[in-house]
């Protein structure tokens, strides 16, 4: 393993105070008032659509980012207009749980103030695209009724909670969903800037609250006013599945299980995805499993675990921020004793755990409870109404029978959980009138297994197209796989616009990384299971390279695979990439 970290830089416990070279998010935070900041005075000017920079860093605290149509952008600066700015809105639901009701709520919001679509994302939440600046609150105070909050959805504190959507699924299902909503709650930031500048907590608008200072120790307990360092994901799953791919968060949750009753969970520490071209400093890196733990012991081994990226997390480089660098750089040893000398007693070591797969099982399936559920493809988990499918409004028309309730997967699809035996042909029927199927068996297994990011034209970061060109990628690849006889093969396929890692691309057994308009790097080789990285197998290629290393490698795998063998699994096999499981190993 080759250590590309700076090794001039100390592990240094945080003190809670800014320190030298803090970066300008520090600042802000520092700055901010408990993320009050001067969102009212901002939110309240109208001479622009815009916000200032440094509150736009607290804003991500309430689940907003300001973007901007990049689309219009070189139009707009010819009439010498500012961008059209617009905000996207990211809603916590831990666990991917809704009620009918909510997902009404939030069809209703998307028609209202939004895009009229939403963004069904990789960890189970969803995403407004579109809102404008003086429509935010009025957006806000709409989620709220519908007992719905961005609280946390973005911003350095822990980010929504993923877990398995379905508790109906067995006796386990049901006992660890809960899980994802108690650590979800116990990691919320305390401070109350969220309810006084978007709900009008306190005295009228909220100005007497959000100017008055408060203790640290009254608002922010565990997070201080500083917060993290970054941004700190968990994820909880449940073998033989992997469907919140667990491996690639901060804090990987495995229930580990005897005779249908939950035992404790493993704990994997370390993971992440994003990296930044021509830094080798900066890598993917799976969670890495160290201790087996209790029940009634996880809330405190996890609490502990983010106190320590509190308190030794890089906050002079963002790149560097990620608690995988926290512990490669301090080694995971050192991070291990760290957590056990907190906590105060031992843990004992991972159980060992087997998973299968970590795509979405499509169609109906019968639940423990005699009810049914059924898992509807959502292409890039963009809910709409376009030409030709019709799949929101089917999906609003099913919410108001009240029949089912909503959960949302990490692979951008939803589910509908608690049908009736009675209703199911209801189901069926609204979406036999738009001409849809109800599940995904007409699609290609590449279509099923894909998942891309938002990037262009609302990402600031995107550097190439990313969900508006996967879907007419995969139609092209398609002519290539049925000539193989593998149309039906489940390969995961991966597409993110830029190497921040939303769309999971270096999960994928085939994945793309946007290098610029048009070009993309390929990575080859994770696991069908998600327990390996990808590996760079080609730089910068156009869509007619990219369509020649297709046929390429999906002609070999289908001729030369071994029974049940996955791509992943047999480009390792056939030396086109190395296996990678270590993230300091994935440069090399």
């Known amino acids: 393993m080759k250590n590309v970290l700076d090794p001039s830089k100390e592990i240094i416990k945080h003190q809670g105070v800014l320190i030298n070279d803090s970066t300008p998010v520090e600042v802000a935070k520092d700055k901010g008032n408990y993320l009050r900041g001067t969102l009212v005075d901002t939110f309240a000017d109208q001479i622009t659509g815009s916000i200032p920079a440094e509150d736009t860093y607290l804003l991500k605290f309430h689940g907003t980012y300001q973007q901007d149509d990049r689309d219009q952008r070189i139009v707009r600066q010819e009439k010498k207009l500012e961008p059209a700015y617009s905000f996207m809105i990211r809603v916590r639901i831990p666990g991917g749980d809704l009620t009918s009701d909510a997902w009404l709520a939030l069809d209703a919001i998307s028609d209202e103030y939004g895009n009229k679509d939403f963004k069904l994302t990789t960890r189970q939440a969803v995403q407004f695209h579109g809102i404008i600046k003086f429509d935010l609150k009025q957006t806000i105070k709409a989620m709220d009724k519908a007992l719905l909050d961005s609280i946390a959805g973005c911003g350095d504190v822990n980010r929504n909670v993923m877990c398995d959507p379905d508790p109906t699924q067995s006796k386990i299902h049901a006992q660890v969903f809960p899980w994802a909503k108690k650590i979800s709650e116990h990691l919320l930031p305390k401070s109350r800037a969220y309810h006084e500048i978007w709900l009008d907590e306190g005295n009228g608008e909220g100005k007497k609250q959000v100017n008055a200072p408060e203790p640290e120790e009254t608002v922010e307990p565990l997070y201080g006013k500083l917060y993290l360092p970054k941004k700190f994901k968990i994820g909880i799953a449940i073998p033989p599945n992997n469907d919140s791919d667990i491996y690639t968060n901060d804090v990987g949750i495995v229930a580990i299980v005897k005779d249908e009753v939950l035992q404790g969970f493993n704990i994997a520490v370390g993971g992440g995805l994003a990296m930044t071209f021509g830094r080798t400093e900066t890598y993917p890196r799976l969670a890495t499993d160290i201790a087996y733990v209790k029940p009634e012991q996880l809330l405190e081994v996890v609490t502990t675990i983010v106190e320590i990226q509190r308190d030794y997390g890089d906050r002079t480089d963002r790149s560097q921020a990620r608690l995988k660098y926290t512990i490669d750089r301090m080694g995971l040893d050192t991070f291990q004793t760290m957590l056990i000398e907190r906590l105060g007693y031992e843990l004992d070591a991972p ?9 979405d099982n499509f169609g109906w399936h019968k639940a423990t409870n005699d009810k049914w559920h059924l898992l509807c493809f959502v292409e890039h988990g963009r809910v709409q109404n376009v030409e030709g499918s019709q799949q929101k409004q089917a999906l609003k028309e099913i919410a108001e029978l009240g029949v089912c309730k909503f959960r949302l997967t990490g692979n951008q699809h939803v589910l509908l959980v608690d049908v009736d035996e009675n209703d199911k042909d209801k189901i069926e029927a609204i979406f036999s009138k738009y001409g849809l199927s109800a599940d995904a068996s007409h699609l290609s297994g590449l279509r099923r297994n894909a998942i891309a990011c938002v990037a262009l034209n609302t990402c600031p970061l995107a550097m190439a197209e990313a969900e508006r060109y996967l879907p007419s990628l995969i139609t092209k690849i398609e002519p290539i796989l049925e000539k193989n006889g593998l149309i039906n093969d489940e390969i995961k396929f991966r597409m993110t616009g830029c190497p921040n890692g939303c769309g999971r691309s270096v999960m994928g057994e085939i994945g793309f990384i946007g290098k610029s308009l048009g070009r993309y790097n390929v990575y080859l080789g994770s696991s069908h299971q998600g327990d390996r990285l990808s590996k760079l197998y080609k730089e910068n290629l156009d869509e007619k390279q990219i369509l020649e290393e297709m046929d390429l490698l999906l002609t070999d795998y289908a001729n030369n695979r071994n029974k049940d063998e996955h ?19 994935f440069h090399d």
Not at 569 to 579: N, W
């Open 351 to 359: 159980k060992p755990v087997e998973f299968k797969t970590s795509a």
């Open 567 to 585: 791509f992943g699994d047999y480009v390792i096999r056939a030396e086109y990439v190395k296996a990678t499981t270590q993230g300091l190993d």
